[in-house]
């Protein structure tokens, strides 16, 4: 017996085709990415260096992550009090 095979195998199941669950992945994936790119761009005020620090990237592949969804950034002004 295979006790490391999960209870519930997409690949075996009636319908479930390996390539639907990759591509299932791949979306949650992306939408990942983009929602936490948002957040971080938001939380730095727009600053893509910032941003990057905070995601853990290189500011480039900031660039890049925006260009892939079609994310601007708005540098928001200080607010000084």
Same mark, same amino acid.
């Not at 009636?14 to 994936?29: A, I, M, T």
């Not at 900031?62 to 950034?73: A, D, H, R």
């Given at each position: +017996?295979?006790?490391?095979? @999960? %209870?519930?195998?997409?690949?075996?199941? @009636?319908? =479930?085709?390996?390539?639907?669950?990759? =591509? /299932?992945?791949? !979306?949650?994936?992306?939408? %990942? *990415? /983009? /929602? *936490?790119? *948002?957040?971080?761009?938001? *939380? %730095?005020?727009?600053? $893509?260096? /910032?941003?990057?620090?905070?995601? =853990?990237?290189?500011? @480039?592949?900031?660039?890049? $992550? +925006?260009?892939?969804?079609?994310?601007? !950034?708005?540098?928001?002004?200080?607010?000084?009090?």
């Amino acid at each position: +017996m295979d006790r490391w095979r @999960p %209870a519930h195998d997409s690949r075996r199941s @009636p319908g =479930g085709d390996v390539k639907e669950s990759k =591509g /299932r992945l791949r !979306s949650v994936r992306d939408e %990942a *990415e /983009r /929602r *936490e790119t *948002e957040l971080c761009l938001d *939380e %730095a005020a727009g600053n $893509i260096a /910032r941003a990057a620090r905070l995601l =853990g990237v290189s500011r @480039p592949q900031v660039y890049n $992550i +925006m260009q892939k969804y079609g994310l601007t !950034s708005t540098r928001k002004p200080k607010v000084v009090t």
